[in-house]
Structures are given as structure tokens and as C-alpha cells.
């Protein structure tokens, strides 16, 4: 898929998700928030749900738990045009409660459907609703911080999730901020692991024949003029355009993301 037809049918589940009836939520929203970020990326962010904000706007982590996930994300140089943040319930619960168990569950297949077009090699699960989803019978307390691989149910089954405490959680309880720093300053880590995880996956699952092959991006003539065949990879890698450098972006290569 490409990203332009990701981003299509992202475009469309979150048009489904605007006029969704399927459960009771639906009755109180002012918005649904389907969630938002860019198709391209490789990891991403889930919550529970839209807050009094979030429902007036339609978009995810736009209040105070959203500054705060701002600065956390800024905190490890990235932002969130670069990943996709959305929630488990797309409606806002009435006055912040939380999502009862057959809300989660009418739901669940919008977030399934986002996963699969995203194919992410990371998701970072915000809070408690959020990581039962990806690691069914984890404690919050014991695995905040950590990263294992996504539950096959998830939606995502060929991702590794992240936990982290919920940003809103943070601002009831202020030793938690420090918490979410620190755990946040693990997740580029994470993607960098995961994304090895999944490229040594995909080169043991898939026999060389399927494999296209690759244009030499050196022409043949130049290659055989170079004397010394150890130089030839080198003359490769120069050859490769660099997208970091076209993209304009500077920070630390492991935490570049949209590159598959
Ligand atoms: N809290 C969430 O879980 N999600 C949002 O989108 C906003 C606040
Ligand atoms: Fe539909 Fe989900 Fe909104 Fe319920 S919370 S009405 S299932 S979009």
C-alpha cells in the first residue's frame, strides 16, 4: 500500500467513525475523534478516550493531557505529524468516566482496521484501556516502561506495543510526570528494536525469489572502473539519496520515523 492510499483509508474509517451509532457513546459526542497523524509513520500512539476537548474539536490530545504529550514526544525530537495518535473509544465518554467493557468492544474494530492499514512496528499504549487491548493481563504499574510484543488480537499482530502511563494520570498525580519522561526516553529505543524484530522476521519468512530485485543505483561502468572491490559498497551508499537530509529533519537516526 501506499502512503496516499493509506491515508485514504484512513480517510475513510474516519469517516465511518463520524457518523458510528454502533454504541451509546455516540449519543453525547459533539464529535467523534477517529484519531489523526500521518499515514507514514511507523509507531503508533493510543489513548481511552476523547476528553471535553477532544469532542469539541474531533481531534485526539488536544487538551492538557495533549500539551503534555507534546512535550513528551518533543522530548525524544519527535512530534506528532510524524506518528498517529487515536484512542480505543473514538466518543467521549460522559464527564471523563471510563469506557465500559461493550463501548470498548463496539469500538475495537475501528482501531483493528486502523492498525492494519498502519501496519505500525510500535505502538506506545497511553494508560490502562489502552495496553489491556495489546498486553491482555499486564499491570500498568509492573510494565510501564517496557515493550513486548503486541497481543495477536490486538489488530497489530506484527508489532511490539510500549506501555506508558496515561498523560491525564500525570496531572492528578504529579510524581507521575517524571515517570512518563523517563519511560518516553525508551521508546526510540523500542521502535529501533522492533523494527529490527520485524526486519529479521520478514527476511526469515520470506524465500530470496520473492524478493524484487533491486536496481544497482551505481551504473555498471562505474563499478567496473573501481579497482578495489571493497570500495563498491561504499560508491553504493553515496549513491542512495539521503532522506534525512531531504526531509530537512536533524536528530538521532534511531528515532527517525516514516522510514520503513
Ligand atoms: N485522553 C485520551 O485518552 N485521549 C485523548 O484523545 C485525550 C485525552
Ligand atoms: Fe461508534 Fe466507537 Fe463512537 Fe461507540 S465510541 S459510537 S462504537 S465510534
Redesign the pocket.
Known sequence: MTDVERQAALDAIGAEVAACTRCRLHEGRTRA?PGEGTAATEAVFV?????FN?DRQGR????Q??SLLDELLASVLWSREEVF?T?VVKCRPPGNRDPEPDEIAACAPYLTRQLEVLDPALVVT??RFSMARFSPGARIGQVHGTFRAADAGSGAPKAMTFAMY???AALHQGSLKQTLFTDMQGVPAALTEARALRAADQAAGEAPATIAPVPSPVAPELLAVTPDPEAAPEAVREAVPDTTAEAGVEFDPTAQLGLF
Not at 489513548?47 to 476528553?51: A, K, Q
Open positions: 475523534v489513548g481511552e478516550g476523547p476528553g477532544e485526539p490530545f488536544v487538551g493531557a495533549g495518535i484512542n497511553l494508560g496515561h498523560p491525564a
